[in-house]
């Protein structure tokens, strides 16, 4: 009983997609692919690429389909991947910071952070900020540049823990899960602040795709992926269904010029109270930038 939505063409327009090799980011892909745009996967899945490049292309008639190494768990690997992406001398008009893991077990990321936090959050928080030139360069007025950062419900039941990012005193995978999803909200909304006070013709948005069938779910407890394995057709969204979200939020004459939202099945919903908390916001974001050495320009820009 689903109707997929109707978006108007994107040509001369191109995305980035994470973690596009599979799931929600596959279907995003393809999605975006299918509207006409130039789609380029970044992701870690070296062996899979060409297949699913190949794939992509078939099913969407649509030759402007490309891979690119990214591996969001090494900052060297992110920077890498920018500066491939920049040589191409192509604008860059859609990020859709979509690649995850879920409750995978207490391991860390290249640079030694916690593997949720490191990967999930502060992989896009480096490579959003990189290409934070690119998009201001594409976007105009009328037409802007968009961020697309997928998030999730659990977020709802995460806590930021300041002082334990990376949940070295106490790791739950599920919490830590939820931190990184936490963490993506609020970046969001301090992007999508710094964007405006900039006048930046860039959105930030946030997208929660729903219960999606994927393989996500490959860490968590046995019973609840047999439950999925069994009762995933009725109960989950397909891919192709949770990737509407991020769709939409990519390319809606809707949300034209419009940022800051959490979007659930093409609707903005409040997301947990504390995401609001600018304090938090701007001490999440001087914390990452100090993590990752990347020049915190909210500083100056962002008093209020
Ligand atoms: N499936 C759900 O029910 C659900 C619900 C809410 C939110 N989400 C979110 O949707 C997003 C996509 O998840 P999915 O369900 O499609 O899962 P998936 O496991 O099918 O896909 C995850 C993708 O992330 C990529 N990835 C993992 N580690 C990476 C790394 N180090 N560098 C680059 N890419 C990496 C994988 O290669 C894969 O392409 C995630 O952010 C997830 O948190 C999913």
């Known amino acids: 009983g689903f109707a997929e939505p109707v978006f108007p063409p994107q040509p001369d327009r191109v ?26 996967i970044a992701g870690n899945n070296d062996s899979k690429a060409q297949d699913v490049v190949r794939r992509l292309k078939e099913e969407t008639l649509n030759d402007k389909v490309e891979f690119l190494y990214c591996d969001l768990a090494s900052l060297t690997s992110i920077r890498q991947f920018v500066q491939k992406f920049k040589k191409k001398k192509i604008p860059l008009h859609v ?16 640079d030694g952070f916690e593997e949720h936090f490191g990967l999930n959050y502060l992989g896009h928080f480096v490579l959003t900020n990189l ?13 802007t540049a968009r961020v697309v950062t997928v998030s999730s419900a659990t977020h709802y039941v995460g806590e930021l823990r300041m002082r334990d990012l990376h949940g070295s005193r106490c790791y739950s995978p599920h919490g830590a899960y939820a931190q990184s999803k936490l963490a993506l ?11 405006a006070a900039q ?14 069938d994927t393989d996500l779910y490959r860490h968590v407890f046995w019973g609840t992926r047999l439950i999925q394995k069994m009762l995933g057709w009725w109960a989950f969204k397909t891919p192709d269904e949770g990737a509407w979200t991020s769709v939409y939020a990519a390319v809606t004459p809707d949300l034209e010029g419009i940022g800051g939202r959490y979007l659930y099945n093409e609707k903005e919903t409040k997301s947990l109270t504390v995401t609001y908390d600018r304090d938090l916001q701007r001490q999440l974001w001087a ?11 909210t500083q100056d820009t962002l008093l209020g």
């Open 15 to 40: 995305a980035i997609v994470t973690g596009g090799t599979d799931g929600i980011g596959y279907a995003t892909a393809k999605q975006l692919a299918r509207l006409g745009m130039h789609v380029i």
């Open 95 to 110: 990020l859709v910071n979509n690649a995850g893991v879920m409750m995978v077990p207490q391991r860390k990321t290249r």
């Open 131 to 143: 290409l934070l030139d690119s998009l201001r360069e594409a976007g105009r007025p009328g037409r």
């Open 185 to 195: 909200v609020l970046f969001t909304y301090h992007l999508q602040r710094l964007l």
């Open 199 to 212: 006048g930046s013709p860039v959105t930030a948005n946030v997208a929660d795709p729903g219960v999606v």
């Open 287 to 297: 914390t990452s930038c100090q993590m990752t050495s990347i020049p915190d320009v």
